[in-house]
């Protein structure tokens, strides 16, 4: 039974450009969510995406875009890149949108991503 | 969301119970309190969750108090494998990440 895969591993970009992150759910798994993690921070919530839908979404400004797929998956996409975003990002996924109830999430190992 | 503070750093030695506390006073009735923990360059893994009755599973005991305005982790005999930073985290709509408590077992 597959887990919460993410790719790529590891990616540089250099200001001003555009990423995109992929995530596979965990199998079963319907929502999906996104955080950012800085150096030595806790990670911080991006987005849920729910039925190909934006569900809920954290303090992040619109350059932070998401999509969900029909088969669950999803891409996280940032623009305009800036050094701030320096960070692990990481996928978490769930069964049905109501995430933080009985439900825990499961992550992936994330993506870590370098602006320079 | 409710917050939450810990600790933020903690030794156990090898072989012991590892006790970490959170505090969460501000706490809602339908809220759970889910810990998880991440070792270094991996993703947060899923350790143990409760609404108010203390929970045991493979991996850990969560005590939660009667007014549910704290908790406490116990992994019942550490390993240098338990090192990792342990976040407690309280749920409503999102998971809140806080700084956690970083866990250092000691041989």
């Known amino acids: 039974d597959a887990g919460v895969t993410q790719s790529p591993t590891h990616l540089i970009k250099t200001r001003g450009q555009q990423v995109t992150l992929r995530c596979s759910p965990k199998?079963?798994?319907?929502?999906v969510s996104w955080y950012q993690q800085a150096l030595g921070q806790g990670p911080q919530f991006i987005f849920q995406?729910?039925?190909?839908?934006?569900?809920q979404r954290g303090n992040f400004p619109d350059r932070f875009s998401g999509h969900q797929f029909p088969n669950y998956s999803s891409e996280l996409n940032v623009n305009a890149l800036l050094l701030g975003d320096s960070a692990l990002y990481l996928c978490?996924?769930?069964?049905?949108?109501?995430?933080?109830?009985?439900?825990?999430?499961?992550f992936g190992d994330g993506t870590r991503l370098s602006i320079l | 969301d409710a917050k939450t503070t810990q600790p933020p750093s903690m030794d156990c030695a090898e072989g012991r119970a590892a006790n970490l506390p959170c505090n969460h006073s501000t706490i809602s009735g339908n809220e759970y309190v889910y810990w998880y923990r991440q070792i270094h360059s991996q993703g947060p893994q899923y350790i143990i969750h409760?609404?108010?009755n203390n929970e045991t599973n493979e991996m850990a005991s969560l005590i939660i108090t009667e007014d549910r305005k704290s908790s406490t982790l116990i992994l019942p005999h550490a390993t240098l494998r338990d090192t990792a930073v342990y976040y407690c985290?309280?749920?409503?709509?999102?998971?809140?990440f806080g700084t956690g408590t970083s866990l250092t077992v000691i041989p």
């Open positions: 199998s079963g798994h319907d929502t």
């Open positions: 978490a996924s769930s069964k049905g949108p109501r995430t933080g109830r009985n439900q825990p999430q499961h």
């Open positions: 985290i309280i749920t409503g709509n999102q998971f809140y």
């Open positions: 995406y729910y039925e190909e839908e934006e569900r």
């Open positions: 409760g609404l108010k």
